[in-house]
């Protein structure tokens, strides 16, 4: 694994810096804690055919697919919310799909775009990562140097067109005294996932060990916290297993492309 600078260098660089070492093949790791004060965005690209049906898909499912930027075929530069940036190698890790079967995970995906791909950017919740540390509550895969643990749920997303599958949710520990100020901080941010979909039994939504998530690392947690579960972007692979589309370039889990958005622009007075 290669990295380019300790935690708290990482969260003050920039968004272009951290792009630009990732390019470079400095950066191969999940991107929590880099560029703190930015937007992350998980990366979901189809082929022209499929895009529509995608597009309905978000809409209908805005908490695991909050859209930031949906990029026309032939582009691979998301101008609005990362100018210069390339989705084919700004990423650490990538994840290409073929039939809803994992087929590569390589570092640049160059050889394997097409001309015909609609990109959409997710909100990650990575984002709200940072505003969470401000508010005094741990998050503790990143302090712990892990991936942030991921799940898959017993719920369904509401299906359109060819998509169809179950929600994925990313999980934090909580110290119990901190839950509400988790739940009122990252509600303010509905562009990243914003408020909680779950608080509590695990096996309520489904999952029977926590030891074992299907994407990241196992959970570190300590005593006095309480399982809190945010919806998760990378529900949309998830669903690519399920409705096995022919083609799909995705983001390794955990290594998101760093925006130049800021936290800032996106909190709103409340969650609506």
């Known amino acids: 694994m290669l990295t380019v600078a300790t ?13 630009l070492a990732i390019r470079a093949g400095e950066i191969d790791e999940p991107t929590s804690g880099y560029a703190t004060a930015h937007v992350q965005a998980n990366l979901v690209a189809l082929p022209r055919a499929g895009a529509d049906d995608f597009l309905l898909f978000c809409q209908r499912n805005p908490k695991p697919c909050p859209l930031l ?23 650490p890790r990538y994840r290409v799909y073929r039939d809803g079967a994992v087929v590569a995970e390589p570092a640049d995906v160059t050889d394997a775009w097409r001309d015909d791909l609609v990109s959409f ?17 741990p998050v503790r895969h990143l302090t712990g140097g892990r991936n942030v643990p991921m799940y898959r749920t017993n719920q369904q997303c509401t299906p359109a067109g060819a998509f169809h599958g179950p929600l994925v949710v990313s999980f934090r520990s909580i110290p119990a005294a901190r839950v509400e100020t988790a ?10 996932h914003g408020a909680p979909v779950h608080v509590g039994d695990p096996a309520a939504i489904g999952i029977t060990d926590l030891g074992q998530p299907e994407w990241g690392d196992p959970p570190l ?34 290594h998101m492309l760093v925006t130049d958005l800021t936290v800032a622009s996106l909190v709103t007075s409340r969650e609506p």
């Open 7 to 19: 935690a708290p260098l990482k969260a003050e660089m920039s968004p272009q810096a951290v792009r």
């Open 69 to 91: 930027d949906v990029i026309a075929p032939g582009s691979y530069e998301p101008v609005k919310v990362a100018p210069g940036a390339d989705l084919r190698t700004d990423i």
């Open 121 to 137: 950017l997710l909100g990650c919740s990575y984002t709200f990562e940072g505003p969470l540390l401000a508010a005094g509550v």
């Open 183 to 192: 739940i009122a901080v990252t509600g303010r941010l509905p562009a990243v």
């Open 221 to 254: 947690i300590e005593p006095g916290d309480v399982p809190v579960f945010w919806a998760c972007g990378v529900t949309p692979q998830a669903v690519a297993m399920a409705s096995k589309p022919d083609f799909m370039i995705t983001h390794a889990p955990g």
